[in-house]
């Protein structure tokens, strides 16, 4: 069974940078096939971050500039480099597939971006 484990969430001032890091297991998939979903309190789980078939980034459209998803194979991580942090930020991050078939949910990571 695939199990994915987040971690790196914390307390952030605005403008500043955290890295989140997604363990991966139980599967033999590429880690491009891993994306990062941002749950916003009282809002849907929405996705963020993913790699194209293409191996190319992809971003939604409020981090586009500020994140990068990048995966390291060595540790069979998925991550996620976010800078320039903003209070709408704040929320529990996930990784996942970003279509098709998705695996069991992690329990995330959370965020907090203070002024």
């Known amino acids: 069974q695939v199990q994915l484990v987040e971690s790196g969430g914390g307390l952030v001032q605005a403008g500043g940078s955290l890295t989140l890091s997604c363990a991966v297991s139980?599967?033999?998939?590429?880690?491009?096939?891993i994306g990062w979903y941002r749950q916003i309190e009282g809002k849907s789980r929405d996705l963020i971050a993913r790699?194209?078939?293409?191996?190319?980034?992809i971003y939604e459209e409020s981090v586009r500039g500020r994140f990068a998803i990048f995966t390291d194979n060595d540790k069979n991580t998925v991550n996620l480099q976010m800078d320039k942090l903003r209070l709408e930020d704040t929320g529990v991050y996930y990784c996942n597939r970003p279509s098709g078939r998705i695996h069991s949910w992690g329990q995330g990571t959370k965020v907090t971006v203070y002024s």
């Open positions: 790699i194209s078939i293409l191996g190319s980034p």
């Open positions: 139980g599967t033999s998939s590429s880690l491009d096939d």
